[in-house]
């Protein structure tokens, strides 16, 4: 077992693991960590806790202190300076004229290193932005390009639902979401109606997208084939949440459509789900059975059942049939077929070969 504290540095980021030397930090206590940056100051959000050695990724790094009353001023003061870094950033790239997008500033806690985040369509050559920073600040410079979530999460705003962001606010790491989420859930795929703040796929498509596809496996889907308690039918519409199906039965009259209970439904496989008007052929089908049992002959023959007709040669003809004379044995042999793309033979006649 390893005794670890969980330490955020941001009130959305992420919560890291370090060993607290023996020390008993309170949650919601300002600590000094050792990180790959430097000295950092973060905020305890998880006491000290015992975990599994294949829990932790170790080596941890370790606790400096507590934070006394020094270190919070000299945090505050460092925010000072990350804005005032961010007003002169912005000065020197727009006399240098890239095209870059600064987002935000950070220093560490022992002014060690500052760095700069920036989105930018494709890649910046910065180089001489990073001596100007150099000579004014004098200290290590690190310029690092982010994509339009991070952007999101660093700056904040409020999301079509009139709350703040879900990133900025309490999520820790990005979920792929994909567009299959959308169409599972039966949403409009708009993007203007799908699309966040930064102009990605919404995250919270991720948070129900598990309930759905356990609705799927026994909802049928739209225009598939199903046994119903009143007979055999396609279905129409669905409504995963309510759990109901509306099926446009074989036998129902003037195409109605039937609700039904999906566990009720039972998908018929290896039946073509794009059957059309199968309601309006049951009801031509019934009719005509009906016509027959009266006696009436029934309309619309078709070709298929309708019966077949020999030609009769007249009266006053012969049925005599007309050959062509036979003039050699190779004469009557069938005629070879033509292959299909291919040029017809001509077979040669009996004076060129005795040439």
Not at 279 to 290: G, S, T
Request: glycine content about 8%; overall charge neutral; proline content about 5%.
């Amino acid at each position: 077992m390893t005794t670890i504290i969980g330490v955020r540095f941001k009130s959305n980021g992420k919560t890291y693991y370090f060993d607290p030397q023996g020390v008993q930090v309170p949650v919601g206590a300002g600590v000094i960590v050792e990180t790959a940056r430097g000295l950092e100051y973060g905020e305890c959000v998880q006491g000290n806790t015992d975990l599994p050695d294949q829990n932790v990724v170790q080596p941890l790094k370790r606790v400096i202190r507590i934070a006394n009353e020094n270190d919070l001023k000299t945090a505050e003061r460092n925010k000072k300076r990350a804005d005032e870094a961010y007003l002169i950033c912005k000065q020197k790239i727009e006399e240098r004229g890239l095209e870059m997008n600064l987002v935000t500033v950070e220093c560490t806690f022992d002014m060690n290193k500052m760095l700069f985040y920036f989105t930018a369509d494709g890649r910046v050559d910065f180089r001489d932005l990073v001596k100007d920073l150099a000579g004014v600040f004098r200290t290590r410079i690190e310029l690092r390009q982010i994509g339009v979530r991070d952007e999101a999460k660093m700056i904040g705003g409020l999301g079509a639902c009139g709350r703040e962001l879900c990133c900025s606010s309490y999520l820790e790491d990005f979920h792929p979401v994909s567009i299959n989420m959308a169409k599972d859930q039966n949403l409009s795929l708009n993007p203007a109606k799908i699309s966040g703040t930064c102009g990605r796929l919404m995250c919270c498509l991720k948070y129900e997208h598990e309930a759905y596809a356990e609705l799927q496996k026994v909802t049928p889907r739209q225009g598939s084939v199903v046994d119903t308690p009143d007979g055999r039918g396609k279905v129409i519409s669905t409504q995963m949440l309510r759990g109901t199906c509306k099926v446009q039965l074989d036998d129902s009259p003037d195409h109605q459509l039937t609700e039904f209970r999906c566990a009720d439904c039972c998908q018929v496989k290896g039946v073509c789900r794009n059957r059309q008007n199968q309601a309006a052929l049951a009801e031509e089908r019934r009719r005509r059975e009906e016509e027959q049992q009266a006696g009436e002959p029934a309309p619309h023959t078709t070709r298929a059942n309708k019966p077949r007709q020999d030609k009769q040669p007249p009266a006053d003809e012969p049925d005599v049939q007309e050959h062509a004379p036979l003039t050699d044995e190779t004469d009557a042999a069938p005629r070879r077929r033509r292959r299909r793309g291919g040029r017809r033979r001509h077979k040669p006649a009996e004076s060129e070969v005795g040439e």
